[in-house]
Structures are given as structure tokens and as C-alpha cells.
């Protein structure tokens, strides 16, 4: 299994970046692509952004598309995801998960997920 940990979220004000890491650790192997989420208090889950690791093949939500980035450094079995032009409506916790695939990722077929990092955006 891959365990994998967020970090860089934060309050910012709307306009502003953030840049959020998921360190990943463990059978890294078995996964094929890494993706994030985020889920805001009272809303289901959403799907965000999903990058392989072999490739860089990625895919984003219509909602981010434009705002966000996500990339991958295979040396630090790292992912990022680069969030700029930041909205309010972004609030919430940002969860990065690990699948076999990125049609996989994005349906939530996860491998492996972690405790998640809180994105606070103010008006």
C-alpha cells in the first residue's frame, strides 16, 4: 500500500496561490496515477485534478481547469498541485489519492488516500 501525505495548504485571500504536495511512500509501484479531491463541510466529494506517473498524462475538473496545475517529480514521489487565481468557493480540505489508473482516480477507485489539507479561500 502507498501512504501518502498533504501538505501546503493555508487562509488566503481570493486571487492568491497555493501550492499543495502529497509525498508518497511505500509500494509507489503499484499505483499508476495520483490525483487530488476535495470535499467542502455539508458537500460530497469532488474530483480535482489526476496526473500519471509514467507519462504526465493529466486531467482536470471543469471547475479548476485554467487555475490549477498538477505535476509530478517521480525522483521524490511527489505530486503538486499548483492552485493559482483562488476563489472562495475553493474552501475546502484537499485530499490526494492513488490509483491504478487516472479513469480510475477520477471515478474514486483509490488505492490509498491521505488525511487531507485544509484550503481556506476569504473574500
Known amino acids: 500500500q502507498v501512504q501518502l501525505v498533504e501538505s501546503g495548504g493555508g487562509l488566503v485571500q481570493a486571487g492568491a496561490s497555493l501550492r499543495l504536495s502529497c509525498a508518497a511512500s511505500?509500494?509507489?509501484?503499484?499505483?499508476?496515477?495520483m490525483g487530488w479531491f476535495r470535499q467542502a463541510p455539508g458537500k460530497a466529494r469532488e474530483f480535482v485534478a489526476v496526473?500519471?506517473?509514467?507519462?504526465?498524462?493529466?486531467a482536470y475538473a471543469n471547475s479548476v481547469k485554467g487555475r490549477f496545475t498538477i505535476s509530478s517529480d517521480n525522483a521524490k514521489n511527489t505530486v503538486y498541485l499548483q492552485m493559482n487565481s483562488l476563489k472562495p468557493e475553493d474552501t475546502a480540505g484537499y485530499y490526494c489519492?492513488?490509483?491504478?489508473?487516472?479513469?480510475?482516480?477520477?471515478?474514486?477507485?483509490?488505492?490509498?488516500w491521505g488525511q487531507g489539507t485544509q484550503v481556506t479561500v476569504s473574500s
Open positions: 511505500g509500494r509507489t509501484f503499484s499505483s499508476n496515477a
Open positions: 496526473i500519471t506517473w509514467s507519462g504526465g498524462l493529466t
Open positions: 489519492a492513488a490509483g491504478a489508473s487516472i479513469s480510475a482516480v477520477a471515478r474514486g477507485l483509490f488505492d490509498s
